[in-house]
């Protein structure tokens, strides 16, 4: 009996170790990958001329992924300032003031919204946020714009990214002890005065890691985006342009890298960029949630 536990035990343990173990190795794998993939283009120019360059002509050798690298940032930028503030919001009236009845039809809805398919958001991005930019907000401010542009796809990408950041947002307020909340409403502070000084302040951490995944996903985001973005080689600050984000790189070239010496090369090292920028943003959110906890 005794040694069957001893068996069962080690049994358990093992296979425990091995599951963390893969999961711990599997980003790791797929750097060095990309990274011996990628390094047939190391070959050809330097890392920063890489990074550094605007000169993108595959057929010559030029392959520079500035372009690329800020579309990228700019339209998860723009998505996260669309976005952030309207989930914590929401999260905030949904748990502290809506009634039961509205949270029951929510949560279903956002469900909905979490499950749409990526293609779905961008026929709904190119049907209505498309002209809306081009035809209506371009004109407004004087500025002529197909439409097809950052802000485009900054605003479909925020739509997708809420419900994500909701759901965790709505989590994170859930958590913290009605105790609490109850404690600040007897000395005397109002009902947004203990959101804003109990809920929220307990809630720091869950709020920091539900940017960080909404930040994460909104870069690495490729089909509704691209179909939205304009898809245009330039370094642009005005977000009434065309940009090029990475994953829409590799989406719309991947099938023609064989024709052309290095593409497949350049492509992979786009996709090393986007893995090494998520495991960045992955990392600058877990020290602030370690700096909020220490605090």
Known sequence: ???????????????????????LSLPL????????????????????RLISSSDWSPSEGDFGFLP?????????????????????????YLTQFASKRLIQVMHPVIDILAGIPSVIYGMWGILIIVPFVGDVLAPV????????????GGIVLALM????????LIETFNTVPIGLKEAALS??????????????????PGIISSYGLGIAKAFGETLAVMMVVGNMVQLTFNPFEAGYPLPA??????????????????????????LIVILIINLIFRYFIYQTQKQ
């Not at 009996?1 to 999961?23: E, G, H, N, P």
């Not at 690329?68 to 905030?92: E, G, H, K, M, R």
Request: aromatic letters at 14%; glycine letters at 4%; one cysteine or more.
């Open 249 to 274: 790189l590799i989406a719309n070239n991947y099938g023609e890298m064989l024709s052309i010496p290095r593409y497949d090369s350049a492509l992979m090292f786009a996709a090393l960029i986007l």
């Open 141 to 152: 401010l004087n500025i002529k714009s197909p439409g097809y542009s950052i802000l485009a």
């Open 1 to 23: 009996m005794i040694l069957k536990r001893v068996v069962f035990d080690w049994l358990s343990r093992t296979w425990m170790i091995t599951a963390l173990a893969i999961i």
């Open 187 to 204: 000395l005397g502070a109002t009902r947004w005065e203990s959101v804003k000084h109990v809920i929220i302040r307990k809630s720091y």
């Open 161 to 168: 990214c809420i419900p994500y950041m909701l759901n965790m």
């Open 29 to 48: 794998t797929i750097g060095i990958a990309l990274y011996f993939k990628a390094n047939p283009l190391f070959e050809m120019q330097s890392l920063a």
């Open 68 to 92: 690329f690298i800020f579309s990228s940032l700019y339209v998860t930028l723009l998505s996260f300032l669309f976005a952030a503030p309207v989930c914590l919001f929401a999260a905030i």
